[in-house]
């Protein structure tokens, strides 16, 4: 396995925030972390990068217990793209993306030629080649997330953490992003944990799924089995349905829509 969670119980200060999580996701795969606000995703996905010491368990990446690993170790094993970004100096796009290759270039060298045309390629395939010379700092919140995932794509590494890579991402964006992610993910043998509040996203670019409530796994397995009517009414609230439509399109949806423009028959409460 190239990311194994192993009983992991973490938190901050004396509060435990995520229990008992075990977790392991091979190469080639995508796994979807869903919940709802505050239920531990980014805790959990803050251990697994070694950012935060759980108080039980162990993460291994590759074989590797990340305890041992140093930050240049696990910087050359582990991308991360988090939920927002901010830089505090004025680096233009393609400085962002090249800087995720620090643990392999060299100290005092510059980029060589090969890594510019390489950030530049990731950059096209993400949609922003053409911001490259633009302050990262002065683009929108969905093109920051697309330069922050073409960095974590730069950055090449066996395991890839995201968290919420789209929250900002308008609809198309976010099926070309997952649709990306997956085509790169079987293409280079990487490890995707992903966190994502869209089912209808996990459905169909997720090869499996880990539903956290409380902190604590409630199901977790092949997506298309796991995502339940019972299992998502569990952890996302009690008023979910799983549906295929007329067309065999798979559509999650809350089962009462409280909106004066519900025409769809489904009935109205919440
Ligand atoms: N730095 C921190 N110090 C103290 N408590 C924190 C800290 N970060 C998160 N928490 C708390 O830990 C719990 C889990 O937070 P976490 O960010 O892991 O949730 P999440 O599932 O990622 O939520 P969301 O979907 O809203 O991003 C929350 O109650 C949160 O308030």
């Known amino acids: 396995m190239n990311l194994a969670v192993e009983n992991i119980s973490a ?145 090449d590494t066996p395991v890839m953490l995201l968290d919420e890579p789209n929250s900002h991402l308008d609809f198309t964006n976010q099926h070309r992003i997952m649709a990306l992610m997956q085509t790169l993910v079987k293409k280079r043998k990487t490890t995707v944990l992903i966190t994502l509040h869209d089912p209808n996203l996990v459905y169909y670019y997720c090869d499996e799924v880990v539903l956290l409530h409380n902190g604590g796994v409630v199901a977790s397995g092949e997506t298309r089995t796991t995502m339940t009517d019972d299992v998502l009414s569990r952890v996302l609230g009690d008023n979910i349905q799983c549906d295929v439509t007329l067309k065999g399109v798979f559509v999650v949806t809350p089962k009462q829509i409280n909106s004066p423009n519900n025409n769809s028959g489904i009935k109205v409460k919440i």
């Open 11 to 155: 938190g901050y200060g004396k509060t435990q925030v995520i229990s008992n999580i075990n977790l392991a996701v091979g190469p080639g795969r995508i796994c979807a972390l869903m919940g709802r606000n505050g239920s531990g995703k980014t805790t959990l996905l803050r251990c697994i990068n070694g950012v935060i010491s759980p108080f039980e368990g162990k993460v291994s990446i590759m074989g590797k217990d990340i305890c041992r690993l140093s930050r240049d170790r696990i910087a050359g094993m582990i991308s991360v793209v988090p939920q927002v970004s901010f830089s505090p100096f004025s680096f233009s796009c393609m400085d962002m993306v090249l800087m995720a290759g620090a643990s392999r270039i060299k100290a005092w060298s510059a980029p060589s030629k090969k890594d510019r045309e390489k950030a530049f390629s990731v950059m096209a395939e993400a949609g922003i080649d053409h911001m490259a010379d633009r302050a990262f700092n002065s683009i929108s919140g969905g093109e920051r997330q697309l330069v922050m995932l073409a960095r974590g794509l730069f950055q």
